[in-house]
């Protein structure tokens, strides 16, 4: 089975290397070391989009160099492929707000972004910045003459306002995270950095302690580390008063001020009405049949040849209501870029010439590509003392037949797996992927007796050692699931283990999560490095199920939530100690310890090893690299860079 899977996988990838050589045979590789490959000018030599220059003709837009940062301090965007041409619309499915990070990922312009290939950070909103020998102080210059969609001044301001009056005062609904505190390596004690201006177009973060990953944190956790501030003081009560605040809440279409500071001050790209340094802004509301975001005329990026960027006029969004219509107008042309799972493999790629589409496969780092999270605090105490002993973790893994779940799930093309760091990921386990995962029913039966859980209710469905009823509930956002939760009942029931399905919508999930009501999920981790983006394997805020309140705990300060204890408490304490390190090798060998004791627990059971990303695109859009890595930390299709793609006429 193992060589039929990767067999498919070969030809598929050389579909794509094929594919991606049909539509110009000046088309190259990106093979640069440092993503600057060799570019064939295509275009008239233009610099800026017509849209634009009409309005500039018009006299409703400043001309290109007025809106653009001074010259030296332009960014200029590699492209994959060759130099673009302006015009046309991004098409895609979308399921409305609660996919806003659908658009808001590959939209996003960070501080700081990680390079092509996942190993450190680069200078994006900033220019550039220096870190003193002990990493205790970072200098960030920032753009000179950049400016927001409305033309108005970025400057460091800013980014002060922001940390001043938005983070540090959770305006916005957010804890300040976990990247801007540094540990003192003797005692653990956590110091908050400080925050000054130098100038304009420079400003300072300065540590306690050393914090040599605070540049990756920050492109992880905080990423914009930036406001408009012009905007927000006309909303924030502190200056405007609680009553004027209440008032435009209402007129924005909102009851509860704190929802409307939340989501204008974290979800910005769903807001026409915030100014953005997206390359694509906001037209008009998200909660309609389509959402459209148009090119951004200040954006402060060109290419090679100094053309703005982006080239594409809009993305468009179309709201669908049933996942089988974002196959169908993929099929029928309706969408000209799209992502899917690998389940949609097999019609994607019988339709592939048909559709004049082609499939780019993206690796990426998840540990399954179906599995469950056990909430290790979940509130009910009998269920909380199950999914805390291993032995009922173990039972639930051998209990389910992994080879039809892959079958399921991707039509074979998983690995009959455990979840696992897979191989190539910082903190590769040997042999963690083969753990629990052998069909042996048997055996399962046999730890849930020794469990205790041996009495029966009038459905034969096992009760709990005190004779009350035992069931197990997955609560899910989707139901994209379904078919694998299906399986997964028929297997933990045959072993005697009632089970029930619920979905709700995605915002209900998220605030589940956060009150702790959510027992068993099927969130999947994916981590391309533990010392970068710790907070799935680290409980230091609520986020991820298996750790359930522990996160709420940290992120109070101890105030609320349940203490960890026990391995969960271990983990805190080697995090703690990395966080404290000044050297990269020593942070490397505690990430390992901290992945090594979630091998041991195995918290999160997978029923099926990872499978690729498919970005489906039309062949008439170029520029998309085939060499990236799908994950969180890279901003998923923002890794690819899209102000560069174009349709190539």
């Not at 190259?28 to 233009?46: L, Q, Y």
């Not at 110091?191 to 304009?200: M, Q, S, T």
């Not at 010439?353 to 605090?377: E, H």
Request: one cysteine or more; charged letters at 25%; hydrophobic letters at 35%.
């Amino acid at each position: 089975m193992k060589g039929s899977k990767l067999l498919l996988i070969l030809v598929l990838l050389i579909s794509v290397i094929v594919s991606g050589c049909t539509k110009s045979g000046q088309d190259k590789p990106e093979d640069n070391p440092n993503d600057t490959p060799d570019v064939t000018v295509v275009d008239d030599g233009a610099k800026e989009a017509p849209m634009l220059a009409k309005q500039v003709s018009e006299g409703a837009l400043p001309p290109l160099e007025e809106r653009l940062p001074k010259k030296e301090d332009i960014m200029i965007e590699p492209v994959v492929e060759e130099i673009g041409q302006f015009g046309g619309d991004w098409t895609m499915p979308w399921t409305g707000v609660p996919d806003k990070w659908g658009i808001g990922q590959p939209t996003e312009e960070a501080l700081f972004r990680f390079n092509k290939e996942g190993n450190k950070v680069e200078p994006n909103v900033a220019k550039s910045y220096e870190v003193n020998a002990d990493s205790t102080e970072f200098t960030i210059h920032l753009r000179e003459g950049m400016k927001w969609s409305d033309g108005m001044p970025f400057t460091a301001d800013d980014v002060l306002f922001y940390w001043e009056h938005m983070l540090t005062k959770e305006t916005f609904g957010k804890k300040i995270y976990d990247a801007y505190y540094s540990v003192d390596p003797v005692t653990g004690d956590r110091a908050l950095a400080e925050v000054n201006k130098v100038d304009d177009y420079t400003f300072t973060v300065t540590h306690k302690y050393p914090s040599v990953l605070f540049l990756e944190r920050v492109a992880i956790d905080n990423k914009w580390f930036f406001a408009p501030a012009h905007f927000h003081k006309t909303i924030l009560p502190e200056f405007v008063g609680d009553a004027k605040t209440l008032e435009i809440t209402k007129e924005w279409g909102y009851e509860d001020p704190k929802v409307f500071l939340m989501e204008t001050g974290y979800t910005d790209w769903l807001h026409y009405q915030i100014p953005t340094l997206r390359a694509w802004m906001p037209t008009n509301d998200p909660n309609g049949d389509q959402f459209v975001m148009a090119r951004n005329p200040y954006y402060w990026k060109t290419d090679a040849e100094g053309k703005q960027l982006p080239y594409m006029d809009r993305i468009v969004a179309t709201k669908i209501q049933d996942p089988s219509q974002k196959t169908l107008g993929t099929l029928a042309g309706d969408y000209n870029l799209v992502i899917f799972d690998a389940k949609e493999f097999v019609v994607l790629k019988e339709n592939e010439k048909k559709g004049d589409y082609r499939i780019i496969p993206w690796t990426q780092p998840a540990w399954s590509s179906a599995g469950v999270q056990l909430n290790q605090t979940t509130e009910d105490p009998n269920l909380r003392k199950l999914f805390q002993d291993a032995r009922f973790r173990e039972a639930l893994s051998i209990g389910v037949d992994r080879g039809q779940v892959s079958e399921i799930v991707s039509n074979g093309l998983a690995e009959p797996i455990q979840a696992a760091v897979p191989e190539g990921v910082q903190g590769f386990q040997e042999g963690w992927a083969e753990q629990w995962a052998e069909f042996n029913p048997e055996r399962a039966n046999q730890l849930l007796d020794e469990l205790g859980l041996t009495k029966r209710d009038k459905d034969n469905f096992r009760m709990n050692a005190d004779g009350t009823d035992l069931t197990l509930t997955i609560i899910e956002s989707t139901t994209d699931t379904g078919p694998f939760l299906e399986l997964l009942k028929k297997y933990y029931e045959d072993l005697g283990l009632k089970t029930n399905v619920k979905i709700v919508d995605g915002g209900t999930h998220f605030d589940m999560k956060y009150a702790n009501k959510i027992p068993m999920t099927t969130e999947n981790i994916s981590v391309v490095n533990v010392a970068f983006r710790p907070d799935a394997l680290v409980p230091l805020r609520v986020l991820t199920p298996w750790f359930g309140h522990y996160g709420l705990h940290s992120q109070s300060g101890g105030k609320e939530g349940v203490e960890p204890e026990g391995d969960v408490a271990k983990i805190m304490e080697i995090w703690n100690r990395l966080k404290a390190s000044n050297s990269f090798d020593e942070i490397n060998e505690l990430g390992n310890e901290i992945v090594k004791i979630h091998q041991k627990n195995q918290w999160v059971i997978g029923y099926a090893g990872p499978t690729p990303v498919l970005v489906t695109a039309s062949n008439s859009i170029r520029n998309i690299p085939n060499d990236r890595i799908w994950s969180d930390e890279y901003r998923s299709l923002g890794h690819a860079h899209p102000a560069q793609f174009f349709i190539k006429k």
